[in-house]
């Protein structure tokens, strides 16, 4: 059985930093593109950044460009997101999911996907930005 279990999330001011973890078990990652994914209240889930598998080439969304860093230990089966100079709009809760990645840099989540029945999300792990 496949497991995401995310964490790392809290409250934190604006201006503030977080690290989140989401450890893999089940499934070895070490072939698979991440990324993290958040969906906060009343919005569709939305992309936040994602690593390729192959050579490690990390995207971010715009609006967290420069403030988050994505990264990937195979060996813990284990994929990071430091996120720096937090702003309210990165209120959300945060999921990790293995990940279709084109060469453009669009990705989305294997859950769902045919073929993937294996996957689907973990609990995710509570961000809140406020003063």
């Known amino acids: 059985q496949v497991e995401f279990v995310e964490s790392g999330g809290g409250l934190v001011q604006p201006g503030g930093s977080l690290r989140l973890s989401c450890v893999v078990s089940?499934?070895?990652?070490?072939?698979?593109?991440m990324a993290w994914f958040r969906q906060a209240p009343g919005k569709e889930r939305e992309g936040v950044s994602c690593i390729s598998n192959r050579d490690g080439i990390t995207y971010y969304r715009d609006s967290v460009k420069g403030r988050f860093t994505i990264s990937r230990d195979n060996a813990k089966n284990t994929v990071y997101l430091q996120m720096n100079s937090l702003k309210p709009e990165d209120t959300a809760v945060y999921y990790c999911a293995p990940s279709r990645l084109r060469e453009n840099g669009d990705y989305w989540p294997l859950i769902g996907e045919p073929g993937s029945s294996r996957f689907s999300w973990g609990q995710g792990t509570q961000v809140t930005v406020s003063s």
């Open positions: 089940g499934f070895s990652l070490a072939g698979s593109n």
